[in-house]
């Protein structure tokens, strides 16, 4: 492979560019329409793509900012069904369904060139924004949006940080959906395919009256899972004792899959009215509500970590382990075995659990319990013997109202007001055997209000065009964890509340002085407040257990607790002796002046060359997920970016080729990520990276039949500083992070190769339309410290179809495949080395899809 991608830049700079043939980038995927005359058949040519990526429309390029634009008939053709599916289609993009012990795949892990999160908790915010049209979705959570309705999606590379503001330090995503015609239209399609899958969705057009028309679309999707859940062989259940995931304290137990992980059952309507009294008014009001009922993302145990005696890695497995056996000593560096006498019992507070310790080297064989180590890794990637929780429910709501008043026929006042709330629950069983091991569920709500006024104008014959802005968001909510380690041993209950509140003013100005010489000025300044208030707790106490083992002082009695036992043991709440964050609200403030300054020449109106300068920053915040007591709650700082960009859009030979070409490079500074500090998964800031690379991206159309996307990326990212408490050593297990070593969720390269055939069918006007998908993408790192075991590999996918359109395109049948080799490869997982476990989602494997389609 390495040798086709030394070959190939050459190549695919001649082939690659997010036209408007193919959805791999930026333009559309079908060829425009040409004239009807007798050369018509024959003739090519790549259709213009209209975006609103610097808040006006425009020709997606003439935009100077690298772009990748894809329309809903793109989408259509290659059954792009949600936005993390986009991830093969466009250079240097990674975007992942569901992060490491999320449990859904409605969480949408988003990198574009090297920077982004892989994190859903509500502390920490996305370092690539998604907006669904115009509004900013503030949680990771839910944002990875099924796409029906939908009219184009544009993601936006680099820091956005003048016009789309905070958190889109890495670039953004902006999906804008369908705005109701005139008349009367209706546009459906029915899927059916494999896992039992059954999808049907539908837009329908309805006018009410004059300059009032209104717009209803929904989605209905069931599909089983494909990953199974299976008995473990080794012993039947009754001859072993383990509690049941009920005994502690959980988000739920309402199991949605007994047998099977990765299922769904998913609904969700849209409504658009839109009004335009006069010319110079027009109003659009939009409501959308979605509800999942999902089983959880599917997780496979890829290898166990409980019996390196003496190790740092035997600590709350290898503790359990060395319990039931009756051991004392040799345990190595985990709680030591006497810690599990009586285990409190999460889910009623005080209700004790039977002391486990020696219950294996007894006389009495009922009490029985089995070990846990590498006889639950089943070798195969999609099972398990996980027997505990398994749901997934998500509730989305929201609305909009967008109003534009054209003072002048060169001056437009917009406003944008939206409120959104998100219901979340989740369950999973990550330890993949009949034991409670590693339980994890989760509850989030969230609601936020945002509003925006733009001024938008031009003036000097349209020579000098401007944005002015002013921007207002609120948000709150909370996010409830529950996990649950080494049968009860350490059971983390900890609620979380949050609230922001951020204000903005920005500007953008556009000037031509002359037809060949363009220039960009723009500025953002951003001030943002936040609060924190942290509830987490060990319902089991373990730390007075341990204390309580050496004697000093006596804490043997856990009901009181008493204060010298519990300042002893560093809890620092006197009324909460359980709480390991300190009582009271945290409070932080963040300021921020995002600039923007480019130059663009046009040396002729199909050829545009430019050069920027732009800085972007995500906020701060503070971890969330303590295991130990601490006097004071941990928090981390701001990212930044600065971010220096050269490129070429342009197409050539009578419009049949478009070339685009992106170089960049990134100094990228306070990096956010998520470090495994014992069993606890914590947010700090790492240290600084240097981050550059290049985009080429092409379409070839030099007949109506015939249309080649193509696209190649290239990323270099690597640390320049590492702060003393990020560095991790290289071992045997990880990679490490050091100075130079690679950032997480960064392939060096990506290469997307997209045919498409259209052929008419004898004289009756139906076509025959053939596309294929292939994506290279080179090998990365899934996580943080670069854990061996959950390196995603070098990989190859390819997905193909073929659609029948019938006479004046009403009526249409696809059959298709989506990975159609069945290559497989780990998307996100966890090194929960402390807890016992190495964990990982792999990709879907091969499928296949039949859909009709109907319009009219």
Not at 299 to 306: D, G, K, Y
Not at 339 to 351: P, Q, S, V
Not at 599 to 619: F, N
Not at 644 to 660: H, P, T, V, Y
Request: contains cysteine.
């Amino acid at each position: 492979m390495i040798k086709i991608i030394a070959a190939l830049p050459v190549a695919s700079a001649l082939a690659i560019a997010a036209g408007t043939l193919a959805p791999a980038l930026a333009q559309e995927t079908t060829p425009a329409p040409v004239p009807a005359t007798e050369e018509a058949p024959q003739s090519g040519g790549i259709q213009d793509i209209v975006v609103t990526a610097q808040r006006r429309s425009e020709n997606v390029q003439k935009v100077p900012i690298a772009i990748s634009a894809f329309t809903n008939d793109a989408l259509q053709e290659r059954a792009v069904q949600s936005v993390a599916a986009l991830s093969g289609l466009a250079p240097n993009v990674t975007f992942d369904a569901g992060t490491p012990f999320s449990g859904s795949s409605s969480v949408l892990a988003a990198y574009v060139r090297g920077i982004g999160s892989n994190d859903f908790a509500f502390n920490i915010d996305p370092g690539v924004g998604v907006y669904l049209d115009g509004v900013y979705l503030a949680r990771s959570v839910g944002a990875n949006q099924e796409l029906g309705d939908v009219e184009r999606i544009e993601v936006l590379k680099g820091p956005q940080g003048t016009l789309f503001g905070r958190n889109t330090i890495g670039g953004a995503i902006s999906i804008v959906t369908h705005d109701p015609g005139d008349k009367f239209r209706f546009i459906g399609d029915a899927t059916t395919g494999s896992y039992k899958l059954f999808q049907a969705r539908g837009t329908a057009d309805i006018p009410i009256a004059d300059g009032l028309s209104s717009s209803v679309s929904f989605s209905v999707k069931t599909r089983d899972g494909y990953f199974k859940r299976k008995p473990f062989p080794g012993a039947q259940p009754g001859t072993y004792q383990v509690e049941p995931s009920t005994a502690y304290a959980g988000a739920g137990y309402d199991n949605t899959g007994i047998g099977r992980e990765g299922g769904e059952d998913a609904w969700s309507v849209r409504t658009k009215l839109r009004w335009e009294p006069s010319d110079a008014v027009r109003v659009t009001l939009s409501g959308d509500y979605s509800s999942s009922r999902q089983e959880q993302l599917p997780n496979t145990l890829l290898a166990t970590t409980p019996n390196v005696a003496g190790g740092a890695f035997d600590v709350f497995a290898g503790s359990y382990n060395c319990a039931i056996a009756g051991q004392s000593t040799g345990c190595g560096n985990g709680p030591p075995s006497f810690a599990y006498g009586y285990r409190r019992a999460g889910r009623t507070g005080m209700f004790d659990l039977p002391a486990i310790f020696g219950v294996n080297a007894d006389a009495n064989p009922d009490n029985n319990r089995l070990p846990y180590d590498n006889r639950f890794v089943t070798g195969d990637k999609d099972s398990s013997y996980a027997t505990g929780l398994n749901f997934a429910r998500m509730q989305s709501y929201g609305g909009a109202g967008t109003i534009e008043y054209d003072l002048s026929d060169s001056l437009t006042v917009k406003s944008i007001t939206s409120y959104r709330e998100l219901h979340w629950k989740v369950g999973m069983d990550n330890d993949g055997s009949p034991l409670n091991m590693l339980q994890i569920s989760f509850e989030m709500n969230q609601k936020q209000f945002s509003q925006e006024f733009q001024l938008l104008g031009n003036a000097l014959d349209e020579r000098l065009k401007y944005v002015l802005g002013a921007y207002y968001f609120k948000e709150s909510g909370n996010l409830h964890d529950y996990v649950t380690f080494a049968e009860g041993l350490l059971q983390v209950d900890g609620n979380n509340l949050l609230s922001t509140k951020n204000g903005a003013l920005f500007g953008q100005l556009d000037f031509k002085p002359i037809d060949l010489i363009g220039i960009t000025v723009g500025a953002r300044y951003t001030k943002e407040k936040k609060s924190f208030e942290g509830f987490q707790s060990d319902l089991n106490g373990l730390t007075y257990k341990i204390l309580n083992g050496f004697g000093v002082p006596p804490c043997a009695s856990l009901t009181p607790i008493s204060d010298d036992c519990r300042i002893a043991a560093g809890f620092p709440n006197a009324n909460a002796p359980l709480q390991l964050y300190p009582g009271g609200v945290n409070r932080k403030t963040f300021d921020n002046f995002s600039p923007k300054i480019g130059v663009q020449l046009y040396p002729s109106d199909d050829l545009m060359a430019y050069a920027s300068w732009s800085k972007g920053y995500k906020t701060g915040g503070w971890t969330t997920r303590l295991s130990n007591p601490l006097p004071e709650a941990p928090n981390f700082d701001e990212e930044k970016a600065t971010t220096w960009e050269i490129g070429i859009k342009s197409k050539l030979l009578d419009r049949r080729l478009q070339l685009n070409f992106a170089a960049f490079t990134t100094n990228y500074k306070g990096i956010q990520l998520n470090f495994q500090q014992g069993v606890s998964p914590t947010i700090q800031n790492a240290g600084d990276a240097r981050i550059k690379g290049f985009e080429a991206e092409a379409v070839f159309a030099p007949i109506r039949a015939f249309a080649l996307t193509t696209s190649l990326g290239y990323i270099d990212a690597k640390y320049t500083s590492v702060l003393p408490g990020a560095v991790v050593a290289p071992s045997v297990i990880q990679g490490g992070v050091f100075v130079g070593a690679e950032l997480p969720k960064t392939p060096h390269w990506k290469v997307n190769v997209s045919p498409r055939v259209e052929l008419d069918v004898g004289s009756s006007g139906a076509k025959l339309i053939m596309l294929a998908d292939w994506t290279y993408t080179s090998r990365m790192r899934n996580d943080t410290e670069g854990t061996f075991l959950l390196n995603r590999k070098a990989s190859n996918v390819v997905n193909a179809n073929v659609t029948l359109r019938l006479p004046d395109d009403r009526y249409s049948v696809t059959v298709g495949g989506t990975n159609v080799f069945n290559e497989r490869f780990l998307t996100t997982g966890q090194a929960q080395i402390a807890g016992g476990q190495f964990y990982g989602t792999y990709n879907r494997p091969a499928e296949w899809y039949a859909r009709l389609g109907v319009k009219f």
